[in-house]
């Protein structure tokens, strides 16, 4: 029986002692977790309802209101011990209370003497009388306080009174939980409400099957719930949380894992073979070899078209590590074995750039191409439309649009999608479902253009398999960043000239207009009548923006590439894509504005050739937030680092939206924190589904159930499987 009580010296405290039903089946009823908070002695409707505020409504819920802190209570003495400054715990006798009056008017003092058998001493309350109509001499108490050297008296934080029956402690001793309260439930009910619960987390189920905790070294579910309230110690608590992290994080993962093999085994990818060789000569005629982080991508690329299921891959890395190449060998991959590849970005203007760089890169290699934006004439769409549907083009370029209006292909075989705004799992996988046609589903290759750090994208894009281009290419010169206040603005135009006088080329990005798009462009156009009148007078300017019509930001582009504009203004449109060797400026107006993202994709324009680079910063830091962004622009150049730091600063749940990403929400789990454990949970999620895909074995089965609670409705593919 005792052993049953207390299965592993871990199980919390005296806990499973107090409380237990004196029956031969302990609490066995799962049941019970499901009791409304009334059962409780002293809950009544009011307080229920009241409860409801924290989420409080059965006594499982209460199980997982877990506090946010523990109060170090563990320092115990006894009286005769004590030294002065110090706190500690003190359990001890009240032999006399009485209130002594102050000369000041909104102090009141009450002073008890107290003692144990060590010795006796004084203690003192501030502004607490009513603790005279509480507090009797006999009364026996455990004080929390400091022993206050110069007035020789104990000090009391916090205090409580032990019952006759023994125990307590409840608020004073150990490590004791401090919980999210309303106005009306005190920390100090909730302990009393968990302390009354305690015995019912034996009824918890344990998901994770025996041999992954033995072999991961977690403790049980209920012992793990238990130590979350009441830990004996700081390491009792660490290992709670762990395992509880590790619980959520794997069953996000296993979720996820599910999502990744439904896909590849349930829809038919074109198997795409070694092929005719335009791939490689494609990477053979590029003046640089792969970097080992290129290389690597492409293999992992190859691996998934040999494979019979659809390739859905995410292509990551810092701006500038060359993914282009790699998305571009994958485009051909499918070109070659006779099939179609669609390239589509977030925007039409970035549909265009891509459309102007795929130009240049594949010149020579015999590839039919097309661009598709809305901006085209109704018969020009028509004859695009029409050779589409032929086969007559081998890549379409275009924006989200191509897979959902009009547009059919004779053999679309791979989509490569620019994902600058993040896309969910959810968007990802009704991409795969649209762009279906007879049984095919495309290949995927997600290119983004954020570095996330690895941890969050296994999470984020879990239902991907990722590569990462981790190496930059060589001979790459740190960009110079500066963030320049309003009163060097004329040595930053100075030195802007230098660069131009030099033969060199700038960017000046126009601040951002969170109002209206439709704003920005008398924005860029003013801030270049501005400086071609002021600053940057005899220089060649160009300006571009959202608003021009295409075949002019054509234009505009191109002008630039050829060195026939010195100066581009522009709004953020140049953010991505835009890869011209001889800019070695780039100025972001306002960029205080800017997130860190951002500000590392600007940066990420320049620096592409062999000419040192300089990104200027201006703005005056109005807020701390905006400060620490341009401080960390400065210092840091390394994409990840930087994205590490915009989590810190921002919070990781405004930045990464869960919430719309079809991610089930996580209670414990910090991703910025916890990243060792999200990845031990991946690849431990991918060893069971390897194991057992549909989680169907007797020792899965809560996992399986539990996959299904966490993700609710946004799995309905897990029925299927
Ligand atoms: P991003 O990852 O930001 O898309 P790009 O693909 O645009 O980066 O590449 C940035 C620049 O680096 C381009 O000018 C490209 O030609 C060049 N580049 C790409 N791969 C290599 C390489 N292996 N060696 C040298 N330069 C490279
Ligand atoms: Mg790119």
């Not at 589509?344 to 760089?357: D, K, S």
Request: with cysteine; aromatic share 6%; charged share 30%.
């Amino acid at each position: 029986m005792t052993k049953l009580r207390c299965p592993l010296p871990f199980a919390g405290t005296a806990s499973l002692k107090d409380g237990l039903p004196r029956t031969s089946r302990p609490a066995a009823d799962p049941s019970r977790l499901q009791r409304p908070l009334t059962v409780l002695r002293g809950v009544g409707p009011a307080t229920a309802r009241e409860a409801e505020k924290l989420g409080l409504k059965t006594l499982q819920d209460l199980l997982f209101h877990f506090p946010f802190r523990h109060e170090d209570f563990t320092n115990s003495r006894r009286i005769g011990e004590l030294k002065w400054g110090e706190e500690a715990t003190v359990a001890c006798r009240l032999e006399s209370i009485s209130r002594r009056p102050t000369r000041r008017r909104n102090l009141r003092l009450l002073v008890a003497t107290v003692a144990d058998e060590s010795g006796f001493m004084e203690a003192v309350w501030f502004n607490q009388d009513y603790l005279l109509d509480t507090l009797a001499p006999g009364d026996r108490l455990m004080l929390r306080g400091r022993y206050d050297g110069s007035s020789g008296s104990f000090v009391v934080k916090g205090h409580e009174l032990l019952t006759k029956k023994g125990g307590g402690g409840l608020h004073t001793a150990g490590l004791v939980p401090v919980y999210p309260t309303t106005e009306r439930i005190s920390v100090k009910r909730l302990r009393a409400w968990l302390d009354a619960v305690r015995p019912l987390a034996m009824v918890l189920a344990d998901p994770l099957p025996a041999w992954l905790r033995v072999e991961l070294d977690l403790p049980g579910k209920a012992d793990a719930v238990l130590a979350m309230h009441f830990p004996r110690s700081r390491g009792d608590l660490r290992a709670a949380r762990r395992r509880l992290v590790f619980e959520e994080l794997l069953l996000m993962q296993l979720g996820l894992a599910m999502h990744r093999r439904f896909f590849g085994e349930r829809r038919r990818g074109e198997p795409l073979g070694a092929g005719k060789g335009i791939s490689r000569r494609f990477l053979e005629n590029l003046p640089f070899s792969l970097t080992p982080g290129q290389e690597r991508a492409c293999r992992e690329i190859d691996a998934d078209l040999a494979g019979e299921g659809p390739m859905q891959r995410l292509l990551q890395g810092d701006v500038g590590a060359g993914k282009t190449v790699v998305a571009v060998y994958a485009l051909l991959r499918a070109v070659e074995n006779g099939c179609q590849a669609a390239l589509m970005a977030p925007t039409e203007v970035l549909a265009e750039q891509h459309y102007l760089g795929l130009e240049r890169l594949l010149a020579g290699l015999g590839i039919d191409m097309a661009l598709l934006t809305s901006g085209l004439k109704a018969s020009e769409r028509r004859r695009i439309l029409a050779v589409t549907a032929a086969g007559e083009v081998d890549i379409v370029v275009g924006t989200h649009a191509l897979i959902q209006g009009d547009v059919s292909f004779r053999r679309l075989a791979l989509i490569v999608v620019d994902e600058q705004h993040r896309f969910g799992v959810r968007q990802r996988e009704q991409l795969a479902r649209k762009a279906t046609r007879e049984g095919i589903t495309p290949h995927v290759l997600h290119v983004t253009a954020t570095p996330i750090p690895r941890t969050l994208a296994l999470t984020l894009y879990g239902d991907l398999d990722v590569s990462i281009v981790d190496t930059m290419p060589p001979g790459r010169q740190r960009t110079v960043t500066r963030w320049v206040p309003e009163s060097k603005r004329p040595q930053a135009y100075d030195f802007i000239r230098g660069q131009l006088d030099r033969g060199r080329q700038c960017f000046i990005v126009c601040p951002l207009v969170e109002e209206s798009q439709a704003l920005e462009a008398p924005a860029v156009e003013a801030e270049a009548e501005r400086l071609a009148a002021g600053e940057l007078r005899g220089y060649r300017l160009g300006i571009l923006h959202g608003q021009m019509p295409a075949a002019e930001k054509r234009r505009v582009m191109q002008r630039f590439q050829a060195g026939e504009l010195q100066v581009l203004v522009a709004t953020t449109v140049i953010e991505v894509g835009v890869d011209i060797a001889n800019a070695t400026v780039m100025v972001v107006e306002e960029a205080d504005r800017f997130g860190l993202a951002q500000l590392h994709q600007l940066r990420g324009r320049v620096g592409r050739g062999r000419h040192k680079s300089y990104c200027l910063l201006f703005g005056e830091g109005a807020t701390e937030a905006a400060r620490r962004r341009l401080q960390a622009m400065e210092e840091v150049d390394d994409g990840f680092r930087l994205a590490d730091i915009d989590l810190e600063i921002r919070g990781e749940g405004e930045l990464f939206g869960i919430r719309q990403s079809g991610l089930p929400d996580l209670k414990l789990a910090r991703l910025t924190r916890d990243r060792k454990l999200l990845a031990l949970a991946r690849e431990q999620a991918e060893r069971i589904i390897g194991d057992d895909p549909a989680l169907g074995r007797p020792e899965n089965l809560l996992l399986r159930e539990e996959v299904r609670l966490a993700f609710g409705d946004s799995v309905k593919w897990l029925d299927r499987i």
